[in-house]
T-cell receptor, first 114, second 114 residues
Framework: ETGVTQSPTHLIKTRGQQVTLRCSSQ?????VSWYQQALGQGPQFIFQ???????GRGNFPPRFSGLQFPNYSSELNVNALELDDSALYLC?????????????FGPGTRLLVL | AQKVTQAQTEISVVEKEDVTLDCVYE???????LFWYKQPPSGELVFLIR??????QNEISGRYSWNFQKSTSSFNFTITASQVVDSAVYFC???????????FGAGTRLTVKP
């Protein structure tokens, strides 16, 4: 069984640019959640996608957006990058919705905004 | 409001010592889920346990054990006979039953020295 994978592993961008991060969910999982983890802090929930629809969102501005594809893989897009967007971005997948199921995390993408 | 507090920022022990990681949470909900995750240096969050609020039975899994006390809003994690491979950051998390937003504590960095 293939686990959650994310790409790229590392990324460097400059302020004002746009970035797209990708996540492939674990086999059999149809729900993907995205988290932002700043250095030295716990992960913060950005949003979740279930069957290609947004299914809950944390306290993040609209320049954070996402997509989920028919194969349940997902993208996180961040526009107008700010220095504070530098963080580890984690993707987690779970079967059904995450309401009752455990989320399994990928290795993350480390984003540095200069 | 939901909140998770891990008061221990860093703990250092010598191999074979027992160590307890504290987790205190706040929620107004009567039903919720509690989690522990391990984050090794590679960055990937590894699921350890999920506990439902209506199940206060303590759990043991090998060298790991969890003590859930609803009366004190605590969900502590004990590692018995610690090993160097246990070195990681450990996160406690809380999630409402009807909500996708999982709230993480700030984490406890455990270092096990040989």
């Amino acid at each position: 069984e293939t686990g959650v994978t994310q790409s790229p592993t590392h990324l460097i961008k400059t302020r004002g640019q746009q970035v797209t991060l990708r996540c492939s969910s674990q086999s059999g999982h149809n729900t993907v959640s995205w988290y932002q983890q700043a250095l030295g802090q716990g992960p913060q929930f950005i949003f979740q996608y279930y069957r290609e629809e947004e299914n809950g969102r944390g306290n993040f501005p609209p320049r954070f957006s996402g997509l989920q594809f028919p194969n349940y893989s997902s993208e996180l897009n961040v526009n107008a990058l700010e220095l504070d967007d530098s963080a580890l971005y984690l993707c987690a997948s779970s079967p059904k919705t995450a309401l009752q199921e455990t989320q399994y995390f990928g290795p993350g993408t480390r984003l540095l905004v200069l | 409001a939901q909140k998770v507090t891990q008061a221990q920022t860093e703990i250092s022990v010598v191999e074979k010592e027992d160590v307890t990681l504290d987790c205190v949470y706040e929620t107004r909900d009567t039903t919720y889920y509690l989690f522990w995750y391990k984050q090794p240096p590679s960055g990937e969050l590894v699921f350890l346990i999920r506990r439902n609020s209506f199940d206060e039975q303590n759990e043991i899994s090998g060298r790991y054990s969890w003590n859930f006390q609803k009366s004190t809003s605590s969900f502590n994690f004990t590692i018995t006979a610690s090993q160097v491979v246990d070195s990681a950051v450990y996160f406690c998390a809380l999630r409402k039953v009807n909500n996708n937003d999982m709230r993480f504590g700030a984490g406890t960095r455990l270092t096990v020295k040989p």
